[in-house]
Nanobody, 115 residues
């Protein structure tokens, strides 16, 4: 089964930016791709989604600051995060939903926003 490999997390000061990447090691015909995040002691929640037609949706908390995009040729999903806030601190997970309704998850990458 294909794996999703994430990169790009780290420590950043409030107001800073990070770009997360999620690459599939095999081709996945995905109907939808998404980024989720999970803060300590909280449930995993969706941050942004992008459909196979390029339609995007964002959680209210990140609208205007985060941008989800995909490079189909490279089987890579991105999340550009600007104007980061301490409340954005979480482990971020990418998710692909295949046409065959198979769920693929990345291993998670830690984002910490702190001065």
């Amino acid at each position: 089964q294909a794996r999703l490999v994430e990169s790009g997390g780290g420590l950043v000061q409030p107001g800073g930016s990070l770009r997360l990447s999620c690459r599939a090691d095999e081709s996945i015909f995905a109907s939808e791709r998404a980024w989720y995040r999970q803060a300590p002691g909280k449930e995993r929640v969706v941050v942004a989604t992008i459909s196979m037609f390029g339609v995007t949706n964002y959680a209210d908390s990140v609208k205007g600051r985060f941008t989800i995009s995909v490079d189909d040729a490279k089987e890579t999903l991105f999340l550009q995060m600007n104007s980061l806030k301490p409340e954005d601190t979480a482990t971020y997970y990418c998710h692909f939903l295949s046409i065959g309704q198979i769920n693929y998850w990345g291993q998670g990458t830690q984002v910490t926003v702190s001065s």
